[in-house]
């Protein structure tokens, strides 16, 4: 799942990236308007959490836009303008839901979840591929409808490879995915993910395999098919 934040303010930016990354969302920072404008038009993000306080423009105006072109992600906006006037008009230009600042970051993340699982929000919700079935909201694994216990990297792996399935997955693409900046990665860390989770995905007999396509990444394929 793939978030933008729309913030100019750093600090916040920064805090609300990392609670969305700890739970497992690519997520895509804007502190402009026009950027944001820009960054909606050309990707398919599944949500935005929109500030309405921007330097170059008002928040407000772009959400009218985005809805007024038939853009229907869903909008979690975020001011601190806290007058019932002003959640009135946010609602009206179409956010779907409305946070005042300062709010928790647990908060935020509940309420984006809660937007992701709105019928006509982000579509992909469950992922199937063999026996295995993948909540990427609850970013819960069953294996022939029996829990499967996983690591959060391996949770994400395996919902980039299940998301193309029999598609080859570049070994990079895992790792832009799965770790920021700020994380050191080792080379070897991937596979030794992706080496664990291939042995809980056995263990449990998933009909799913993931193969190694040397030197370019992963690819995850059904073995009944
Ligand atoms: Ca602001």
Redesign the pocket.
């Known amino acids: 799942m793939r978030l933008l934040v729309v913030?100019?303010?750093a600090r916040i930016a920064e805090l609300v990236r990392s609670a969305l990354l700890r739970d497992g969302f690519a997520v895509d920072v804007i502190g402009l308007c026009n950027d944001a404008r820009e960054a909606l038009a050309t990707t398919p993000y599944d949500a935005t959490i929109l500030?309405?306080?921007?330097p170059d423009g008002d928040g407000l105006r772009l959400l009218k836009e985005l809805r007024g072109r038939g853009n229907a992600v869903p909008v979690l906006v975020l001011t601190?303008r806290d007058a019932v006037e002003h959640r009135v008009a946010g609602l009206d230009a179409g956010a779907d839901d409305y946070l005042i600042k300062p709010f928790a970051m647990a908060e935020l993340v509940a309420r984006t979840k809660a937007l992701l699982r709105r019928p006509g929000g982000a579509l992909g919700i469950t992922l199937k591929a063999g026996n295995v079935v993948f909540d990427t909201i609850g970013r819960d694994v069953r294996v022939a409808d029996k829990g499967l216990v996983l690591t959060r990297r391996e949770i994400a792996i395996l919902e980039h490879l299940m998301r193309r399935a029999g598609r080859v997955v570049p070994k990079s693409v895992l790792e832009d995915k799965l770790y920021g900046v700020d994380d050191e990665l080792e080379s070897n860390a991937i596979p030794v993910h992706v080496h664990h989770l291939r042995r809980k995905l056995m263990d449990h007999a998933a009909t799913i395999e993931i193969h190694t396509v040397r030197g370019i990444g992963y690819l995850l394929v059904d073995s009944r098919s």
């Open positions: 913030e100019d303010e500030d309405l306080g921007l601190a």
